[in-house]
């Protein structure tokens, strides 16, 4: 399995356990440091490598007036600051080849959203920006079709992969996680992080916007330590019902750092470390 190197650690097989998250979207400036510096001391204290991630435009919304964001330009701004002040890696989505660039000028990894990782321009220009390329396999798609993304981002040189699960669709509104497709996309050569939030939306089910069943979040989420993943993602919030995005389907802060001992415990065990 090919190693990938984030700042100063590295998710694959064998290596500890890495999270990935933040607020789904940059709701301020202030609010944005706020949580990556509590993020930050809650995954340290944990002994967990952290990535933050929070979304400068969410385009992929259910209604033309949900929240999304501050923009590209403000919103890396702020990622920016947040990466240098606090010292951490960055990942943040991109929706058009055309904000790939700048966003890997800034951040430590470049994720593809779930719905667009057939867009060969875009899976090209992530990987042309020589970070990290994470991509979520589509809610459509099956575990070894993402074969194919990774053949589009090994034609640009870079070999800097991660696959994210996230659910697949099931009837309407509803996902599904089938954790056998984590060791399956594993098979392809790269590591797989699971995205416990997401997986446990559900899309449109509000009509215009998105619901979702926080309670199953750890549930989702020990299992798929148990199933092999080599990662976690799950955006976070502060205060959940005061969230502008997914605000049924983010982890509580309060909740993490029991859940996380418990998931770290798992993790421990599938991988033989202490």
Known sequence: MQDINIKDFIIGEGHPLTVISGP?????????LRAAEALKKIFGDLGINFIFKSSYDKANRSSISSFRGPGLDEGLRILERVKNELELPIVT????PAEASAVGEVCDMVQVPALLCRQTDLIVAAGNTGRVVSVKKGQFMAPLDMKNVVDKILSTGNDQ????????????NTLVSDMRGIPTMQSIGYPVCFDATHSVQQPGGLGTSSGGQREYIPTLAKAAVASGCNCLFMESHPMPSEAKCDSMAVLDFKDIPELFTTLLQIYNVVNHQR
């Open 93 to 96: 989505d991109i929706h058009s």
């Open 161 to 172: 992969i991660l696959f994210i699960e996230r659910g697949t669709s099931f009837g309407y």
């Open 24 to 32: 789904c979207v940059i709701e301020s400036e202030e609010h944005c």
